[in-house]
């Protein structure tokens, strides 16, 4: 964990581990200021698995561990009471719903305020001026992603839709007079900030626009000077294609974008088995993040239609998907709907959707792949990862593979006649990272390349016959003035023929392979995520 001093733009670490260069088996997460700006409150997971809610000074002096709990999935704490002496904080356990309560930042007592269904979501709590009262966020339906902002005083009474809208609308925050509450919301067509006036726990008048035509932001803090920090996600991508030579994955002529009705909106691109189509991610407008959902495109190559399905989900992955089934009438596709989460099946036009696999509660995927017959799934899952074989027809998973421990989630490929699964594995703690093949029908997973210590496995593919795998090797900057070192290279499925590839893309991103290996599609483009800051933004309240 760390602090940045906006004047200066220095970093300065206030803990001396986690993953913060390399895996580790322990991170931070949400943290929060206290009053006067000398603590921070920050929720930790070590490498025992165990969450923690951690304080320490501003300086990194006195850090200590308030809380400890072996079944709670992880602490999120919001805010600080204006005497300091206590927490806000969000508790999601793995055998109860979410919690709200107040933590005391001293002895770690608990006293636990409301009780919610939404599990996996966060609240984005926030305390009034005078600390009795709590406004949060949250889909009053499971079933949606559409939120809506409540009130309530801290020890549970009052409770209040303080904006309840169709539209999504989620807290940013407290003005500092303690009579308006800032929230963001999409009801106009795009995200803007509004504010409501509250009086004695309940909306005073509607709620106004105070700035439109904004990307959906993740707030950090509104401070007591009236000033919203936020971040805010702007990714402008397209897919390109681009001739190779297959034997040193050579670019020839050089890249082209693909013709598309949305620019700057598309990425993660897939080849139709036949080569004759692409499948793409389109995010329309400003809005970006992970949270947003997203359009599959279909892109003729002949003909040059385009075709936009909007699968029945409330947001899509931004990792893997869409993935083309085998018959071409369907692709895969990581997402969301509502509290379930899940790899889907969507069906190409129609749009229709239906779950391949759900996952448990605090469980998720980043990629998938589909068997030659589409029979299965293959996909990483859970902590520490399994690899795992779905059979669509009785549901039952079958364990190709295991790692141990909090590892990330590797990536997988299968080969072009459904025989072997590649994956990347990296133990916690154990470095080098390891390329390792497994039979899809099960075996002893083997080894068939390792990496230097310091270097990570980023993307890897067969190639269409079979013969190699392909994969991109990429080694971090020694600092924050050097650029990372980013290499393709290939290997045989013995580990053998060990080659570098002649092969170089603008960002070194992920490349798909056309099934006539002669050509490659790719997602190039700018993505950031910047802190903002919105100044003397806040109408004066009419009191």
């Known amino acids: 964990m760390a602090v940045v001093e906006l004047a200066t733009r220095q970093h300065r670490r206030f803990t001396d581990t986690g993953g913060l260069t390399k895996p580790s088996g322990e991170f931070g997460e949400t943290s929060a200021f206290s009053p006067d700006d000398k603590q921070i409150a920050y929720g930790w997971q070590g490498r025992d698995r165990v969450c923690e809610l951690r304080v320490v000074g501003f300086d990194g002096t006195n850090p200590r561990i308030v809380l400890r709990d072996a079944n709670v999935a992880w602490f999120r704490p919001h805010d600080w009471a204006k005497d300091g002496k206590r927490i806000l904080i969000q508790i999601m356990r793995k055998d109860k719903p979410i919690q709200i309560g107040m933590v005391s930042a001293t002895d770690g007592t608990i006293r636990v305020i409301r009780e919610l269904q939404a599990k996996g979501e966060d609240l984005g709590m926030a305390l009034s001026a005078d600390g009795g009262t709590i406004a949060y966020s949250v889909s009053p339906d499971p079933a949606s992603s559409k939120r809506d902002v409540f009130l309530m005083k801290t020890d549970g009474s009052g409770h209040e839709a303080l904006v309840s809208h169709p539209a999504d609308d989620y807290l940013l925050g407290w003005a500092p007079d303690g009579r ?296 971090p900057p020694a600092d924050a003035k050097t650029k990372p070192m980013i290499t393709y290279w290939r290997v045989s499925a013995d580990g053998q023929n060990l080659r570098q590839l002649e092969l170089a893309l603008p960002g070194g991103g992920d490349i798909c392979i056309h099934p006539d290996g002669r050509q490659i599609a790719f997602t190039s483009g700018q993505g950031k995520i910047e802190l903002w800051a919105l100044e003397n933004f806040l109408p004066p309240n009419k009191k």
């Open 180 to 475: 308006q509450v800032v929230f963001a919301s999409d009801r106009t067509g795009s995200y803007g900030i509004w504010n409501v006036e509250v009086s004695n726990g309940r909306a005073l008048g509607t709620p106004q626009l105070i700035k439109g035509d904004l990307n959906k932001v993740d707030p950090v803090r509104l401070t007591a000077n009236g000033t919203l920090y936020y971040i805010l996600f702007s990714n402008l991508t397209d897919v390109y294609t681009a001739p190779i030579d297959p034997e040193t994955g050579k670019i020839i002529g050089g890249p082209a974008p693909v013709k598309v009705r949305y620019a700057g909106a598309n990425a993660a691109p897939d080849w139709s088995r036949d080569g004759t189509r692409l499948a793409y991610r389109t995010k329309r407008g400003a809005e970006s993040g992970p949270a947003v959902s997203a359009l599959i495109s279909v892109l003729d190559l002949k003909s040059g239609e385009e075709q936009q399905i909007a699968p029945r989900l409330d947001s899509i992955g931004n990792i893997d998907g869409p993935i083309w089934a085998p018959d071409g009438q369907s692709v895969l596709i990581i997402g969301n709907r509502g509290e379930e989460r899940g790899i889907y099946k969507v069906e190409i036009p129609s749009g229709v959707t239906s779950p391949l696999v759900v996952f448990p509660p605090y469980q998720y995927t980043l990629f998938a792949v589909w068997s030659p017959d589409a029979k299965s799934i293959f996909y990483p899952q859970g902590n520490p990862t399994h690899i795992l074989r779905r059979d669509l027809e009785t549901g039952r998973d079958t364990e190709l593979a295991k790692m141990d421990g909090p590892a990330g989630i590797p990536r997988i490929t299968l080969s072009p006649d459904g025989k072997w699964l590649a994956f990347t594995s990296l133990d916690v703690l154990k470095e080098p990272q390891r390329l390792m093949i497994v039979a899809a029908a099960g075996s002893p997973a083997r080894e068939i390349y390792r990496t230097q210590t310091g270097e990570y496995l980023h993307w890897i593919q067969w190639t269409p016959d079979g013969r190699f795998l392909w994969f991109r090797r990429y080694v």
